[in-house]
């Protein structure tokens, strides 16, 4: 049975009283850990009962377990094996040195050798490697153009719109109204650049997922009784250096990091 998309689904379900009872510090906190599923909706003290019931069943972890993590690095490391990695750093206009291939993924450095063995000091999540190897394999290193467009205007991305909208852009919505700080924190440990305010929005903030992989996100905050918004966009050239599908797993994958950051920060 399906199970929550994102801690917010869950957050909802909650008083948001912050009682404590449940021995995490907030109840966003208390959702995050039923998405991981070190918590059950029932051991909120307070939720009704009804709730429990209605939802109960939907719960499950989510996230890539050790041993899901273990096989997708294993498949990871068979395919970069089975490539050139200096004929791909030169395609991407990434450096190649030591027999190993280094790029940019949020800010920060991961080098890659011949048998696929990942050097970085970012966590690896099982969502990254998707996307990594696409770039890797795929990507043409394009630069970026400086035009931005939605997702659903990307050539492949019309029909896969209405789940990139719910998990990426509204889920992403989500953890800005509920978390303050959210866009300053992607500054800092990501290495987002806050720039001119694009399609008059408040917030206009870019982050580079990886080194030729621009994205833009908007975001409107609620005033005079409207409701926020956030957008998300996409360099013109995106398709050329990933894959539609592995787009949506770089938005869908940052709600998660975020999600993971809330938690640890008691939000």
Known sequence: MAG????????KL?????????NLPTCLAF???????R???ADCPVIPQDIVKQYGSQEKVRSTSDRDLENILERFKSTIAALDLETAARRLGEPFKNERLTLKMLGKDVTIDASGNIYTDIHVHGWMLGPLLN???????????????PYRELKGGKTRYPLFEQRGEKALKHIADTYPDLFEDMIHIFNGRQVKNHYESDISLVLHPLSRFPILICYWKPEDGLASDLNIFF?????ENLHIDM?????????VMFEKLAERHGL
């Open 4 to 11: 929550f998309n994102n801690a917010m689904e869950i957050f």
């Open 135 to 149: 770039y890797i394999a795929k990507g043409q290193g394009q630069p970026a153009s400086g035009t931005w467009l």
């Open 14 to 22: 909650l008083d948001k009283s912050n009682c404590r009872k449940c």
């Open 247 to 255: 787009i949506y797993t770089i938005a869908a994958g940052l709600v």
């Open 235 to 239: 360099d013109a050239n995106a398709e």
């Open 31 to 37: 959702a995050g850990a039923v998405l991981q599923g």
């Open 39 to 41: 918590k059950q909706l």
